[in-house]
């Protein structure tokens, strides 16, 4: 089984839709957690922490779940812009990417 | 700004081949990872490191081996390339503690031929 799993998509919306991704994890014993994009034929920046708590950051919004051991990040109104692979990553004693979900936002 | 550095963005070499691929951090960064990305199979943790002179595994160590002597520069070593190592190479770096950044290199395209 895969430390980080991650539906690979893709997910094929129009603007203005929601769409939310998730994103579960093995290793129980995970501290920190984020989501990632990256665009084509680029690297990887960071979009959002995501906290216990849950957090958002303008149209997007990240939940952890870590009695299920899953992560969710939440677009909502969906710009062209926003057509990228998001990567789910979780850290506990390394740095562990998932393979990403990808996203096509059309007119 | 973070700038990761990485030696080259293409490199064509021959199987057998010893392989270097050398990555700077600006940052003062004691963080340090190598990942490969394949179609499919997203970023693979190859080797980190969390200070200098060490190293640990990461999840595809086979291969490779890297070197860090000095806190900037995190180097992947192919000691005999494969046709199977053709591959994009991602240098990251973050600062100590949990909930920290990872900054990335622009990508090392690597053909084995």
């Known amino acids: 089984r895969k430390e980080v799993e991650q539906d690979p998509g893709p997910f094929n919306v129009p603007e203005g839709a929601t769409v939310a991704f998730n994103c579960t994890y093995s290793?129980?014993?995970?501290?920190?957690f984020f989501w990632y994009r990256q665009d084509c034929r680029k690297e990887p920046k960071l979009l959002m922490s995501?906290?216990?708590s849950g957090n958002e950051d303008g149209r997007f919004t990240a939940q952890l779940n870590r009695a299920s051991q899953y992560i969710s990040l939440l677009i909502r109104d969906s710009k062209l812009s926003d057509s990228a692979t998001y990567l789910c990553v979780v850290f506990g004693n390394k740095l562990i990417f998932g393979a990403g979900t990808r996203l096509a936002v059309h007119p | 700004d973070v700038k990761v550095t990485q030696s080259s963005r293409y490199l064509v070499k021959r199987t057998g081949e010893k392989v270097f691929l050398e990555c700077v951090q600006d940052m003062d960064h004691e963080n340090m990872f190598w990942y490969r990305q394949d179609p499919g199979l997203g970023l693979r943790l190859i080797y980190f490191s969390y200070d200098v002179k060490m190293k640990e595994k990461g999840d595809i160590p086979e291969g490779y081996s890297v070197s860090r002597e000095k806190k900037e520069r995190f180097s992947l070593i192919l000691e005999s390339a494969s046709t199977n190592q053709t591959s994009m190479y991602l240098c990251?770096?973050?600062?100590?503690?949990?909930?920290?950044?990872?900054?990335f290199g622009q990508g090392t395209r690597l053909t084995v031929v």
């Open positions: 290793n129980s014993a995970s501290q920190s």
């Open positions: 995501v906290y216990s």
């Open positions: 990251a770096s973050s600062a100590g503690g949990l909930n920290t950044e990872a900054f």
